[in-house]
């Protein structure tokens, strides 16, 4: 597409020549001829003057101070204009279709339209695959799996038995979907005794999920991923949890079984949640925090370790920093304190 064409495209302003042909996204700095890249802070203005690319996509309102060679599409978002022109690029896998000659279809196994499958992967019994999933090779997809269109596991994905995943999914390498709860029941002998995991895993459309995460089935009921669902890698989901729409969750955090989180809530990495508590709409959890009660306000943001407030806990820090200049006025005051009683002492008394 031309420069025009992507200002169109974009719903932008053009200003500047809209006849080249764009060919690559790239990032500004490293940006050649026939490139698209953008800017979206005003920090980032003095690598458009020496930048190479045939476009820029800025912020409508953006002010230079010097002269700039590449056309300007002007945008009200210009990282979420470049997220689409990402997207528009990003089509490697529309080629992908077929079975592979070493992939494994059981029996009793639907296969939409334009579905791909790699080698060494195997589509269990039951199996439902929707028009234009793409299974890489290694896969293993259990018995009545159900996977809705345009779904995309990445080679070495697990999904086991009766599990759901949604339209437009992405499943990194090495996804586990659908293990066991950990669930196990103290015997009088100091063993433990299974409980069987009954339950499954759904996952709504448009959820990813990254590499190495897993999400365990339900003892009974569902655990559920609602739409839009994001997660990083190395990410573990316990049994029985639901994470509501559009929550993103970074790497290396751990949610205890039963667990409810809410809609739109960001959690950083490494965060710690124990089981049966419920997280409200729009929480924010700082990285390393350990939450160990529910979260009742919405739009509330915690840090720390049990998790609390986090202007509070700015606060509080603020005053552990200041806990050796605090330390040395209070023993002044006290020496001076001993002054004033020797001295009180040492007055006559009168009547």
């Known amino acids: 597409m031309t420069v025009r064409q992507w200002s169109d495209f974009l719903d932008g302003k053009l200003e500047g020549g809209g006849d080249i042909l764009i060919t690559h996204p790239a990032k500004i700095e490293e940006a050649g001829d026939n490139s698209i890249s953008f800017i979206a802070h005003p920090k980032y203005h003095q690598f458009a003057y020496s930048s190479h690319a045939a476009a820029i996509i800025v912020h409508q309102e953006a002010e230079f101070e010097h002269p700039v060679k590449a056309a300007l599409i002007r945008v009200e978002e210009p990282y979420m204009a470049f997220a689409r022109v990402l997207e528009k690029f990003n089509r490697p896998f529309d080629a992908l279709t077929g079975v592979h000659a070493l992939a494994t279809v059981e029996s009793n196994v639907s296969l939409g339209k334009d579905v791909f499958i790699g080698a060494y992967s195997v589509i269990s019994s039951g199996a439902v695959i929707g028009d234009g999933v793409k299974i890489f090779p290694q896969v293993y997809i259990g018995e009545d799996v159900v996977i809705g269109e345009g779904t995309v596991l990445y080679p070495g994905c697990r999904v086991y038995r009766d599990c759901r995943i949604g339209s437009n999914c992405t499943l990194h390498s090495g996804v586990v979907i659908g293990s066991d709860g950990f669930g196990f029941a103290p015997q009088p002998d100091g063993a433990y005794m299974k409980i069987p995991q009954l339950g499954n895993v759904i996952l709504e459309d448009n959820v990813e999920v990254g590499a190495n995460s897993t999400i365990d089935r339900a003892t009974l009921g569902s ?29 290396q955090s751990g949610i205890s079984g039963s667990t409810r989180i809410g809609r739109h809530c960001q959690v950083g990495g490494q965060v710690g949640f124990v089981g049966h508590i419920t997280i409200a709409d729009g929480s924010r ?15 509330k943001a915690v840090t720390g370790s049990p998790a609390f407030d986090y202007t509070a806990s700015l606060r509080s820090q603020a005053v552990y920093r200041n806990l050796p200049e605090l330390l040395r006025r209070v023993d002044e005051l006290e020496q001076k304190l001993k002054e004033w009683e020797i001295i009180n002492q040492a007055l006559p008394v009168t009547k």
């Open 223 to 251: 655990t559920i991923l609602r739409k839009g669902v994001k997660l990083d890698n190395l990410v573990h989901v316990a049994h029985n949890v639901e994470i509501g729409e559009h929550t993103v969750i970074a790497a």
């Open 285 to 299: 959890i700082n990285a390393q925090s350990g939450v160990s009660k529910s979260i009742i306000e919405n739009n």
